[in-house]
């Protein structure tokens, strides 16, 4: 059997991306499943055999050829026979920069993924591109991340992605996928490309069908805002993403993507409140009462830093918004009507709040 490094490390390699985080990939051509325990490798695939290398655990696949045979990403048969070659395994992949593998210091790159790389172009394999909607998000991905060197999509491939979505194959993406290739492109440093990509196709308004029209043509024009936040956390990126929404919209896509619990609250609360925040010295008493207490940010006090994160990511001033909640967490208890202390501590909260917006005029 043959062993070869394949995919993301050797293109990350090329694009001297890669350090000793960087995790490998590893094809196998020319062995079965059984001589790959027997070496002491453990089986992890259900689909189709991976292994596990018994001391780096690093994931050793077998070459493999897929058949479709039926919707979405799921629906593959695959061939992982001896007599599958490395060649073979390659032309399944998603891009040519994908589809380069290693072995020795020497690349074997039989559809011309380096000229691709030194171009920047994402181009797919073949046409079996077509066959899993997955492959849609990937290359927004990928263009999200490799904006900052310049990689756009070839015409070839922007096609074949906009006859995805017309088809209905993108109908089929799981919504878990879907959330996992987003929150990634949240990461990097510029996600416009992301939604950009999935927009030009048509895929943006299948894919976040719950956002409407005139909702999704502003962010058409505040994808750029993304790039240029100062913070690498998804989570916030998502929530500045969605600052423009409705509650209610927002509270549909979630359900649609299935967001984790604390995406889901932080995109709410911060949407619901962007109008107080932007103009707060100019709030009511009880507007700012309102803000704390349904952001329960004095309990809350993680969800509540990060709301305000947010909000100065997006240049508003949140100091006078600091210095109420130094405020009004220096309430004493000790001194209030016990008799019905919930509205003597709510009283209190509202006087602070007063004294607060009177000195601020």
């Not at 799981?174 to 990461?187: G, N």
Request: neutral net charge; hydrophobic residues 40%.
């Amino acid at each position: 059997m043959k062993v070869y490094l394949v995919g993301g490390a050797v293109r990350d390699r090329l694009l001297t991306l890669s350090d000793d985080h960087t995790e490998k990939d590893w094809v196998v051509v020319g062995a079965s499943p059984e001589e790959m325990l027997d070496l002491g490798y453990r089986q992890v695939g259900k689909e189709f055999p991976v292994f596990l290398h018994p001391g780096t655990q690093e994931e050793y696949a077998l070459a493999r050829l897929e058949r479709k045979v039926g919707a979405g990403y799921k629906g593959f048969e695959f061939d992982t026979s001896k007599a599958v070659t490395l060649e073979q395994d390659l032309s399944r992949r998603d891009l040519t920069i994908n589809a380069i593998a290693e072995k020795n210091g020497e690349l074997i790159d039989p559809f011309n993924g380096q000229k691709d790389l030194n171009n920047g172009l994402l181009r797919h394999v073949s046409e079996a591109f077509s066959e899993d909607p997955v492959r849609i998000l990937r290359v927004a991905r990928f263009a999200a991340r490799f904006k900052p060197f310049g990689f756009k999509v070839a015409h070839e491939t922007h096609r074949l992605m906009k006859a995805m979505v017309v088809s209905g194959e993108v109908d089929a993406l799981t919504p878990e996928r879907v959330f996992k290739e987003l929150e990634k492109s949240l990461s990097y440093q510029t996600p416009s490309a992301f939604f950009k990509v999935l927009s030009a196709c048509g895929a943006y308004e299948r894919v976040f069908a719950p956002m409407t029209q005139q909702v999704q043509i502003n962010h058409h024009n505040d994808f750029e805002l993304l790039d240029n936040l100062k913070t690498h956390r998804p989570q916030l990126k998502f929530c500045i993403w969605l600052i423009h929404q409705s509650v209610a919209d927002i509270d549909q896509l979630c359900q649609r993507l299935k967001c984790p619990k604390h995406y889901e609250q932080l995109a709410k609360l911060s949407a619901q409140f962007y109008p107080i925040v932007k103009s707060f010295k100019r709030r009511s008493v009880d507007e700012i009462f309102d803000f704390f207490a349904k952001t329960d940010a004095l309990r809350r006090k993680d969800r509540f830093t990060d709301l305000i994160a947010i909000y100065q990511l997006l240049a508003i001033d949140v100091s006078p918004i600091s210095e109420l909640v130094r405020q009004l967490s220096s309430i004493d208890i000790a001194v209030l009507d016990k008799v019905n202390i919930a509205q003597a501590i709510a009283d209190e909260k509202r006087s602070i709040i007063q004294l607060f917006l009177n000195s601020a005029q």
